[in-house]
């Protein structure tokens, strides 16, 4: 079935450091790929997505490109804030079945002043 | 405009006592969604539900009952609560012309001794 791997937490960056999240997928079909974003206390908001291959996602100064020869949907952003500080899920939906997305075990990050 | 709402936002039950969990939305979405969140394994999808009088089960439903008597509000039914419930649950909803955006409730952290 599909799965989704994300790199294990926390991880913990200076304010204005570049932040990569690491994200793969198993999938059949084409899926289309999420980041979404829990901050303390809150539910999940979507941060991005990409419906193809080869598509950049980008919201907030985050982005994520669909590689489909790597299975891969790396978060990156160029220089974190404190304000960045959360839980990030990446997630994919099978090309059928709009109700099932499968979600990654999430990844903590801390930015420290 | 309120967005997804979720009730209660605790509560501790003892083993075999029932509960109901209420998840509200103004949005007007055709799609509703529960999902319980554990730790070191991501969102779990329980039920979801495609329309008005309409329920589906998800990945782990077993334990739980929905029901979706109005549009606007899915509840999440507990029978006969188990400690391997413990969890907090998330409600989220989407809209027919854009169903990969799901939009998230706060959630609801449930304890059962």
């Known amino acids: 079935g599909d799965s989704v791997t994300q790199m294990e937490g926390p991880v913990t960056l200076s304010e204005e450091a570049f932040l990569t999240i690491n994200c793969t997928y198993t999938a059949t079909g084409y899926p289309s790929l999420f980041w979404y974003v829990q901050y303390p206390g809150e539910g999940l908001q979507l941060l991005l997505k990409a419906t193809k291959a080869d598509d950049k996602g980008s919201n907030k100064g985050f982005e994520a490109t669909y590689r489909k020869e790597t299975t891969s949907f790396h978060l990156e952003k160029g220089s974190v804030q404190v304000s960045d500080s959360a839980v990030y899920f990446c997630?994919?939906?099978?090309?059928?079945?709009?109700?099932?997305?499968?979600f990654g075990t999430g990844t903590k990050l801390q930015v420290i002043p | 405009n309120a967005g997804v709402t979720q009730t209660p936002k605790f509560r501790v039950l003892k083993t075999g006592q029932s509960m109901t969990l209420l998840c509200a939305q103004d949005?007007?979405?055709?799609?509703m969604y529960w999902y319980r969140q554990d730790p070191g394994m991501g969102l779990r999808l329980i039920h979801y539900s495609v329309g008005e009088g309409t329920t589906a089960k998800g990945e782990v439903p077993d334990g739980y009952n929905v029901s979706r008597l109005k549009k606007q509000n899915f509840l999440l039914g507990l029978e006969s609560a188990a400690p391997s419930q413990t969890s907090v649950y998330f409600c989220?909803?989407?809209?027919?012309?854009?169903?990969?955006?799901?939009?998230f409730g706060p959630g609801t952290r449930l304890t059962v001794l």
């Open positions: 989220a909803s989407s809209s027919g012309d854009d169903w990969d955006t799901q939009y």
């Open positions: 997630a994919l939906r099978g090309p059928r079945g709009y109700q099932k997305v499968t």
């Open positions: 949005m007007n979405h055709e799609y």
